[in-house]
């Protein structure tokens, strides 16, 4: 069976950082794209950062970028995303998500999805 185990969650104070792992098994990790996603209450799915199969390539909105970064172990089968500078606004649940299309993934159309870690920035 495909699982994407989310961990790494809490609550932080804003400033402070927290860094979440996705563990990855039932399907071939190296032939897939990986994504972070969060979805606060009320808010649509967005997206976080993604990471190419290879790792040769990382993606962010601009929202995300400087304070967020998205890492990738091939042979832990693990992608890990390290959150600084932490906000209020960044409370969500966030997901992992894995498909061989980067493009797919980035349009949050990914095949396979985690069960997801709560994030709270308190203020």
């Known amino acids: 069976d495909v699982q994407l185990q989310a961990s790494g969650g809490g609550l932080v104070q804003a400033g402070g950082s927290l860094r979440l792992s996705c563990a990855a098994s039932g399907f071939t990790f190296a032939e897939h794209a990986i994504g972070w996603f969060r979805q606060a209450p009320g808010k649509e799915r967005e997206e976080v950062a993604c990471v190419r199969d290879r790792a040769d390539q990382t993606y962010y909105p601009d929202s995300m970028k400087g304070r967020f970064t998205v890492v990738r172990d091939n042979i832990k089968k693990t992608v890990y995303l390290q959150m600084n500078s932490l906000k209020p606004e960044d409370t969500a649940v966030y997901y992992c998500?894995?498909?061989?299309?980067?493009?797919?993934?980035?349009?949050?159309?990914?095949?396979?999805w985690g069960q997801g870690t709560q994030v709270t920035v308190s203020s």
């Open positions: 998500a894995a498909d061989r299309s980067i493009t797919d993934i980035r349009t949050t159309r990914a095949a396979y």
